[in-house]
T-cell receptor, first 113, second 113 residues
Framework: AQSVTQLGSHVSVSEGALVLLRCNYS??????LFWYVQYPNQGLQLLLK??????LVKGINGFEAEFKKSETSFHLTKPSAHMSDAAEYFC???????????FGAGTRLAVHP | DARVTQTPRHKVTEMGQEVTMRCQPI?????VFWYRQTMMQGLELLAY????????DSGMPKDRFSAEMPDATLATLKIQPSEPRDSAVYFC???????????FGNGTRLTVT
């Protein structure tokens, strides 16, 4: 069975600092991996997706993630945090076709001046 | 910009009442999911459909929850009778291709008193 673990339920960074949100996955088959962002009172929006075409994936809003098979990781990074990045971030793995997504518990990112 | 539309956005009801939540998936999408989000459990998959046929509803409490797709433009999630523990945000999401991203609605925030 596929699963996702997000390390750190809360991450706090200063504006302009590096953002690093951690995600490890478990999958018996080559995974499809996703990062979603959720702003207050909204649904989830896709940040980026990994579909085996390239290990470094660039997404919206300056975010990127690197797939590392040896570490079973798909960490999300952004070189310089902006106040508007404050939100909750979810890592997800696609399980068994049919677009079925299994989500991690989420990481709440706070950005302070 | 195509969107998944959910109604109502907010619902407050008393314990024992029937609740119906509606979802209009993106036109052309053939897979529809219902997720529930709570602080304690995070995002839980309740049920999903492919081409209007239910594929898996093992995440739903069968005695009180039911999910249907009367047609390709409407998915419904019903709770009867509702209980305070059902209080959560319910998300609908749609997709059209295996392992492609899901598109989420803005959710229905349900409060059962």
């Amino acid at each position: 069975a596929q699963s996702v673990t997000q390390l750190g339920s809360h991450v706090s960074v200063s504006e302009g600092a590096l953002v690093l949100l951690r995600c490890n996955y478990s999958s018996s088959v080559p995974p499809y991996l996703f990062w979603y962002v959720q702003y207050p009172n909204q649904g989830l929006q896709l940040l980026l997706k990994y579909t085996s075409a390239a290990t470094l994936v660039k997404g919206i809003n300056g975010f990127e993630a690197e797939f590392k098979k040896s570490e079973t990781s798909f960490h999300l990074t952004k070189p310089s945090a902006h106040m508007s990045d404050a939100a909750e971030y979810f890592c997800a793995v696609s399980s068994g076709g049919y677009n079925k997504l299994i989500f991690g518990a989420g990481t709440r990112l706070a950005v302070h001046p | 910009d195509a969107r998944v539309t959910q109604t109502p956005r907010h619902k407050v009801t008393e314990m024992g009442q029937e609740v119906t939540m509606r979802c209009q998936p993106i036109l052309g999408h053939n897979t529809v999911f219902w997720y529930r989000q709570t602080m304690m459990q995070g995002l839980e998959l309740l049920a999903y459909f492919r081409n209007r046929a239910p594929l898996d509803d093992s995440g739903m409490p069968k005695d009180r929850f039911s999910a249907e797709m009367p047609d390709a433009t409407l998915a419904t999630l019903k709770i009867q009778p509702s209980e305070p523990r059902d209080s959560a945000v319910y998300f609908c999401a749609s997709g059209f291709k295996d392992n492609s991203p899901l598109h989420f609605g803005n959710g229905t925030r349900l409060t059962v008193t």
